[in-house]
């Protein structure tokens, strides 16, 4: 046989469908009480701190400089970030404001495009003390003027990223403010996830598919969440595997 092998027609919308599926059994899992630490690249913007809030039920910390060593994040026993990024894009009208949906100010700032590098130090302590056997990682993008986002290469593994609604954020990719004034959101969810060191890294864009980042989010997942992951991943293989007979 020569050549690359064709992939199925729907794979790639059956992958968008696994990584659903996966960022709800994030969210159901989770443990009652836990933590879920929160990122958000701010800019000292009032408007889009998330520092004291619960937007999408994470404890956050707000990050004000695009290149940081050692901060230190809200909700762990010790956790800390280290970042390497080239700029911001601030603040539009499009991007809404703090209003009655505390989640869309997350989008309001975010990390240009530039190529984007970042670990997170210490997460092996506050999986033990969230009596956790893994994590989840979603990321968080915005854009004002693009189509679509790059692939996320999250601790090895690129994780893609579904574009959103283009007005008030609902968890549910919808605009449900009749926003028409631009702007696109996007989110995905990493797999199962077990390493103390997180690294997550976006390349520079090539317009109109942007590659920004404008948080993330790291979900404990207890031991009976991990059982359930692992069917979902079994499910995804065998059905690409009949697709492919």
Not at 26 to 33: C, E, H, I
Not at 215 to 235: D, N, R, S, W
Request: glycine share 16%.
């Amino acid at each position: 046989m020569t050549g690359r092998e064709t992939p199925p027609p729907n794979l790639k919308k059956h992958m968008k469908t696994t990584n659903v599926l996966s960022a709800l059994l994030a969210m159901v899992l989770a443990a009652p009480g836990a933590t879920i630490i929160g990122v958000n690249f701010n800019n000292n913007d009032s408007a889009g701190a998330q520092a004291g809030g619960d937007s999408f039920g994470a404890i956050w910390t707000d990050v004000n400089a695009d290149n940081v060593t050692g901060l230190a994040l809200n909700g762990t026993p010790g956790a800390t970030l280290d970042l390497a990024a080239n700029g911001w894009w601030q603040a539009g009208s499009w991007t809404g404001t703090d209003g009655m949906n505390s989640e869309i100010s997350l989008f309001r700032i975010y990390l240009n495009d530039n190529g984007i590098s970042l670990t997170v130090h210490g997460l092996q302590s506050w999986m033990t003390s969230e009596s956790a056997a893994g994590y989840q990682v979603t990321i968080y993008s915005s854009t004002d003027n693009g189509t679509s986002f790059k692939d996320v290469n999250v601790a090895g593994t690129m994780v893609p990223i579904l574009a959103g609604g283009n007005g008030t954020w609902n968890g549910a990719f919808e605009d449900v403010g009749g926003n028409d004034s631009g702007g696109l959101r996007g989110s995905g969810t990493s797999g199962l996830l077990t390493d103390d060191e997180l690294t997550i890294t976006l390349d520079s864009h090539s317009f109109p598919v942007r590659s920004t980042l404008a948080g993330f989010t790291i979900t404990a997942v207890p031991e009976p969440g991990v059982a359930m992951l692992g069917m979902l991943g079994l499910g995804a293989l065998v059905a690409g595997g009949r697709r492919r007979a």
